[in-house]
C-alpha cells in the first residue's frame, strides 16, 4: 500500500546522502519533496503542515549543523517524526483485572469488522487467551451467519443467541453475552456490531447503546485504509459520536495510496494498535509504528521477520539442523521441512521485502513466483526416506522415476540435487570457518599445540535465524527459479539513518 509513498520518500531523501554538508537551501527542497510525496500519498492536510514543520525546525537547528553526517541526521529526524505520526510507541490492549476484558468493535460497513473479529479472536487464542464472539451485527443480512463461520475457523466460541437480518436487539444480545462469558469463563469478549453505508444518527446511537450496555474495556475503531481521506472524517465522526480507544487498520495488502491511514492516529489522537494485511485469518498483528516508518522509508522490518521465524520455526528441530550443518551432513528431508517452515510465514516475496535494501528490488521481488518452491517441495516428496537421507545414492534411473512421480523434467530433478550438494558443501565450509554448529568447527577437527583436538568459538545463539540458514542457496546467493539476486540487498548498516542499537529483540517465551 505504501510503496508509492516509499519511492518518493527514499527519492527525496537519497539526494541528501550525496551531499557532505548541507544549507537551508537543500533543508527546503527536500521538505518540500516531502511534503509533495505524503500529499500525493493522501494524507491528510493538516498533519502534513505539521510534520514539514517538525522537520524543517530540527533540520535547520544543531542537532544538523555539528553532526558529522549532517544527511543520515536529517534521514533520522525523518524517522523519528513518521514514527511520531504513527503512534510513537507500541500501544498493548488493556486487558481487564477481573475478566472478561470487553472489546467492541465499530465502523462503517465494508470496513471488514466481522472478518477482523475472527482475525482478533485467533490473535488473542495464540497469545494464551479463551475468547469469545458475540454477534450484535442483526441488521446486515448474513452477518451473524458469517461471524460463526469466521469463529468455526479460528476455533473460538460464537455467542449468536438472535438469527439476525433484521431481527433480535443488539443491546439486549451483548448483555447477555457478557453473562455467557463470565459462565463459560470466558476471559476476552469481542463483541460485532453493526455498521453502515454512511454515518448516521441510528448507527451512532446504536453503537453508544451497546456501549453503554457492556462498559467495554476497548473499543476499537476499525477503519479500511483504502477508502482515502474519508478515513479521516468517519474517525472523526466515530471519535465524537461514540468514542474510541484504539484503531484498527484493515485492508493494508490493497493498492491505493494509503497515506490517509497514516492521518488517522494525529487526527483523532487515539493509538493504532492492529493491522491486518490480508485475506487469512493469520494476516494480522500489533501495529509497531517504528517498524511501519522502517518500511516506509525502505529500511526494512527486520524484527517483524525475526518473530515470524520464531513462530514458524521449531526450535528443537533448529538445533539439529545446525548440528548436521557443522558436521556437513544436512540432508533434503532437512531442507524440506525448513521450506515447510518458511511457507508458514508467508509469502517470499513478502519475506525478502523485510529486509532492508529490498526497495530496490520491488520489481524483482513482485515476479517473485511461490510455486517454485511447491516444484522442489513435489520433488523431494517424490523421493524415498532414503534418497532423502543420501542423495548421493540418485543415480539416473531413481532421478527420472522421481522426475516422472513428481511431474517435472529430469533436468530439473538434476538441477534440484546438483543445487543441494553444492549448497552443502559450502554452508560446511562457512560452519568450519565461523565456528557454527556447536563449536565442532566444521567436519574437519582443527589440533592445539599439543596435538589434541580444539574446539572452535562457540558462537552466540541468534534467536529466530532460519535453522541452517537456507540450504538451496548456491554460491552467489542467487534464489532458484529466477528469484532475486539477495547480494544486491543492502546490508542494515548501509541504510541510512539505520541505528541497529535502538531496536530490542522481542522476547522468545521459550527462553522462559
Known amino acids: 500500500m505504501f510503496d508509492t509513498l516509499s519511492d518518493r520518500l527514499t527519492a527525496a531523501l537519497q539526494t541528501l546522502t550525496r551531499k557532505g554538508k548541507l544549507s537551508d537551501a537543500d533543508i527546503d527542497a527536500t521538505a518540500r519533496e516531502i511534503r509533495i510525496a505524503l500529499l500525493e500519498a493522501d494524507v491528510a492536510l493538516g498533519v502534513v503542515k505539521t510534520f514539514i514543520a517538525r522537520i524543517k525546525e530540527r533540520a535547520k537547528?544543531?542537532?544538523?549543523?555539528?553532526?558529522?553526517?549532517?544527511?543520515?541526521?536529517?534521514?533520522?529526524?525523518?524517522?523519528?517524526?513518521?514514527?511520531?505520526?504513527?503512534?510513537?510507541?507500541?500501544?498493548?490492549?488493556?486487558?481487564?483485572?477481573?475478566?472478561?476484558?470487553?472489546?467492541?468493535?465499530?465502523?462503517?460497513q465494508g470496513a471488514g469488522k466481522t472478518t477482523l473479529a475472527g482475525k482478533l479472536a485467533l490473535w488473542l487464542k495464540k497469545q494464551g487467551h479463551a475468547p469469545m464472539l458475540v454477534a450484535c451485527d442483526l441488521q446486515r443480512p448474513n452477518a451473524v451467519t458469517q461471524l460463526q463461520v469466521v469463529g468455526e475457523r479460528a476455533g473460538v466460541v460464537t455467542f449468536a443467541p438472535e438469527p439476525g437480518n433484521g431481527v433480535g436487539d443488539p443491546v439486549d444480545v451483548a448483555r447477555r453475552a457478557i453473562a455467557e462469558a463470565k459462565h463459560a469463563q470466558h476471559d476476552v469478549v469481542v463483541v460485532d456490531t453493526a455498521g453502515r453505508l454512511g454515518v448516521d444518527e441510528e448507527l451512532m446511537k446504536q453503537a453508544a447503546d451497546i456501549r453503554d450496555a457492556v462498559e467495554p474495556d476497548e473499543v476499537l475503531f476499525v477503519v479500511d485504509?483504502?477508502?482515502?481521506?474519508?478515513?479521516?472524517?468517519?474517525?472523526?465522526?466515530?471519535?465524537?459520536?461514540?468514542?474510541?480507544?484504539?484503531?484498527?487498520?484493515?485492508?493494508?495488502?490493497?493498492?491505493?495510496?494509503?497515506?490517509?491511514?497514516?492521518?488517522?492516529?494525529?487526527?483523532?489522537?487515539?493509538?493504532?494498535?492492529?493491522?491486518?494485511?490480508?485475506?487469512?485469518?493469520?494476516?494480522?498483528?500489533?501495529?509497531?509504528?517504528?517498524?511501519?516508518?522502517?518500511?516506509?522509508?525502505?529500511?526494512?522490518?527486520?524484527?517483524?521477520?525475526?518473530?515470524?521465524?520464531?513462530?514458524?520455526?521449531d526450535q528443537q528441530q533448529a538445533e539439529k539442523a545446525a548440528e548436521k550443518l557443522s558436521s556437513g551432513q544436512l540432508t533434503l528431508e532437512d531442507f524440506l521441512e525448513q521450506m515447510l517452515a518458511v511457507r508458514k510465514m508467508g509469502p517470499i516475496g513478502n519475506l525478502l521485502g523485510m529486509l532492508p535494501g529490498a526497495g530496490q528490488m520491488k520489481d524483482q521481488l513482485a515476479q517473485v513466483d511461490d510455486k517454485h518452491l511447491d516444484k522442489l517441495q513435489a520433488i523431494i516428496r517424490g523421493m524415498t526416506p532414503a534418497e532423502r537421507e543420501d542423495p548421493k545414492?540418485?543415480?539416473?534411473?531413481?532421478?527420472?522415476?522421481?522426475?516422472?512421480?513428481?511431474?517435472?523434467?529430469?533436468?530439473?530433478?538434476?538441477?534440484?540435487?546438483?543445487?543441494?550438494?553444492?549448497?552443502?558443501?559450502?554452508?560446511?565450509?562457512?560452519?568450519?570457518?565461523?565456528?557454527?554448529?556447536?563449536?565442532?568447527?566444521?567436519?574437519?577437527?582443527?589440533?592445539?599445540?599439543?596435538?589434541?583436538?580444539?574446539?572452535?568459538?562457540?558462537?552466540?545463539?541468534?534467536?529466530?535465524?532460519?535453522?541452517?540458514?537456507?540450504?538451496?542457496?548456491?554460491?552467489?546467493?542467487?534464489?532458484?527459479?529466477?528469484?532475486?539476486?539477495?547480494?544486491?540487498?543492502?546490508?542494515?548498516?548501509?541504510?541510512?539513518?539505520?541505528?541497529?542499537?535502538?531496536?530490542?529483540?522481542?522476547?522468545?517465551?521459550?527462553?522462559?
Open 61 to 108: 537547528g544543531a542537532e544538523v549543523s555539528q553532526a558529522l553526517n549532517p544527511a543520515q541526521q536529517v534521514i533520522k529526524i525523518v524517522n523519528e517524526e513518521l514514527v511520531g505520526i504513527l503512534g510513537g510507541e507500541t500501544r498493548r490492549l488493556n486487558l481487564a483485572k477481573t475478566p472478561p476484558t470487553v472489546i467492541m468493535l465499530a465502523g462503517l
Open 225 to 313: 485504509a483504502m477508502i482515502g481521506q474519508d478515513a479521516v472524517t468517519t474517525a472523526e465522526a466515530f471519535r465524537d459520536g461514540v468514542g474510541f480507544s484504539g484503531v484498527v487498520l484493515t485492508k493494508l495488502d490493497g493498492d491505493a495510496r494509503g497515506g490517509a491511514a497514516l492521518s488517522v492516529r494525529e487526527v483523532t489522537g487515539q493509538p493504532i494498535l492492529f493491522a491486518s494485511n490480508g485475506e487469512k485469518l493469520e494476516d494480522f498483528d500489533t501495529f509497531h509504528p517504528d517498524r511501519m516508518a522502517s518500511r516506509i522509508l525502505g529500511m526494512g522490518d527486520v524484527l517483524t521477520l525475526i518473530e515470524q521465524a520464531e513462530q514458524a520455526f
Open 393 to 512: 545414492m540418485i543415480n539416473g534411473s531413481r532421478r527420472l522415476r522421481i522426475a516422472n512421480g513428481s511431474g517435472v523434467t529430469v533436468r530439473e530433478v538434476n538441477d534440484l540435487v546438483n543445487r543441494f550438494f553444492e549448497a552443502r558443501k559450502m554452508m560446511a565450509q562457512m560452519a568450519g570457518r565461523f565456528g557454527f554448529g556447536g563449536g565442532g568447527g566444521g567436519s574437519k577437527s582443527r589440533k592445539g599445540k599439543k596435538g589434541k583436538k580444539g574446539r572452535g568459538p562457540t558462537p552466540p545463539k541468534v534467536r529466530g535465524g532460519f535453522p541452517g540458514g537456507m540450504p538451496m542457496l548456491p554460491p552467489g546467493g542467487k534464489m532458484p527459479g529466477g528469484m532475486p539476486d539477495l547480494s544486491q540487498l543492502g546490508g542494515m548498516n548501509d541504510v541510512p539513518g539505520f541505528d541497529p542499537t535502538k531496536f530490542k529483540l522481542p522476547k522468545n517465551p521459550k527462553d522462559n
